[in-house]
């Protein structure tokens, strides 16, 4: 069993600022990635989720060309946790904020997909 804990959303004005936190805990043996994923209001299929932003055992980050240089994805290996800074916020980055992790539970296993709760962000004044 593996939880994902968000927690940093809430209402800001544009032009604001938000970290959002994410802690992962449970059965892992390895992590090779975790990232953020947002969906829009209106949209409510799981596929609809777009890649906001992600970084990589090696240390790589991948960002949406949406967020670059206002957005950036930072970890903490040692607490498992996962952090997307958010600054300059505009109201299209309104959506609920999804973090995911691709992990191994077990060495014996292949990765898999895990998503925490969501979180929701609102950039309004």
Do not use: H
């Not at 939880?3 to 600022?17: D, I």
């Not at 090779?32 to 299929?45: F, S």
């Not at 890649?51 to 040692?78: C, H, M, P, Q, W």
């Amino acid at each position: 069993q593996v939880q994902l804990v968000e927690s940093g959303g809430g209402l800001v004005q544009p032009g604001g600022s938000l970290r959002l936190s994410c802690a992962a805990s449970g059965s892992i043996f390895s992590i090779n990635a975790m990232g953020w994923y947002r969906q829009a209001p209106g949209k409510e299929r799981e596929l609809e989720r777009e890649l906001v932003a992600t970084i990589r055992n090696i240390g790589s980050r991948n960002y949406a060309e949406s967020v670059k240089g206002r957005f950036t994805i930072s970890r903490d290996y040692a607490k498992n946790t996962v952090y997307l800074q958010m600054n300059s916020l505009k109201p299209e980055d309104t959506a609920v904020y999804y973090c995911q992790m691709n992990f191994r539970p077990d060495w014996t296993e292949i990765p898999r997909n895990a998503w925490g709760q969501g979180t929701l962000v609102t950039v309004s004044s």
